[in-house]
């Protein structure tokens, strides 16, 4: 099944315009929230010869940790005004909530992504042509899909699908690689990702 001649078009590689229309998104998520990017400088780099950085995706580790710590602080000192200051409690309080949110703070990780019109990088070392792709793949179920992605030159790329959506922008450029990738050079996919990444919706071509 192939569409080239309603394809969206691929923006330019200098300007990412025109922007691509949006891309379905596996989890519901608000569109119209400002996207949490972060800081540009800590996003993946890729080849110096690829076209310029047009979306990033950088969470933070510390962050997400003092956001915690913060939670916890705020629980203490609410069971202190209830219930007075208690020493053994306050220990074992302090022990396994604050093991908790130390624990959690640390492993919970969300990669640092980033994107120009016609690649995708990872903070691991990924890093894929969208444009070029012999093989998409989605695998696993609907609250844990992972998304692989290889293109002509052996490239690999490979995360969970909610991933590059954390950054909805960044979804919108990815998405349209692989939907040309798929629809006019016959990359390899199963009709059980095809139906995942809704690749065959008539609504995706509109260019």
């Known amino acids: 099944m192939s569409h080239p001649a309603t394809l969206p078009p691929c923006p330019d590689p200098r300007t990412g315009q025109p922007r691509p229309p949006h891309a379905p998104l596996v989890r519901d998520r608000n569109r119209n929230a400002a996207t949490k990017r972060g800081k540009q400088h800590n996003a993946p780099r890729p080849p110096h010869e690829a076209s310029p950085m ?31 200051v208690d020493l053994p409690r306050v220990l074992v309080f302090w022990v396994t909530l604050g093991s908790w949110a130390l624990i959690s703070g640390l492993r919970k990780h969300n990669p640092s992504l980033s994107a120009g019109v016609d690649w995708l990088a990872h903070e691991n070392g990924d890093f894929v042509l969208t444009y070029q792709l012999a093989l998409v793949e989605v695998t696993g179920t609907k609250l844990h899909q992972s998304l692989r992605l290889v293109d002509v030159h052996g490239n690999e790329f490979s995360s969970y699908l909610d991933d590059p959506q954390r950054n909805t922008e960044l979804w919108d450029l990815v998405y349209n690689g692989i ?14 990702t095809r139906d995942s990444l809704e690749l065959d919706d008539p609504l995706r071509f509109r260019g």
Do not use: C, D, K, Y
């Open 179 to 192: 939907l040309h990738s798929v629809h006019v050079n016959g990359a390899t996919i199963s009709q059980s």
């Open 54 to 84: 047009v979306e990033w995706f950088h969470h933070s580790r510390l962050r997400s940790l003092l956001a915690r710590l913060t939670l916890v602080s705020v629980i203490f000192v609410i069971g202190v005004f209830m219930g007075g």
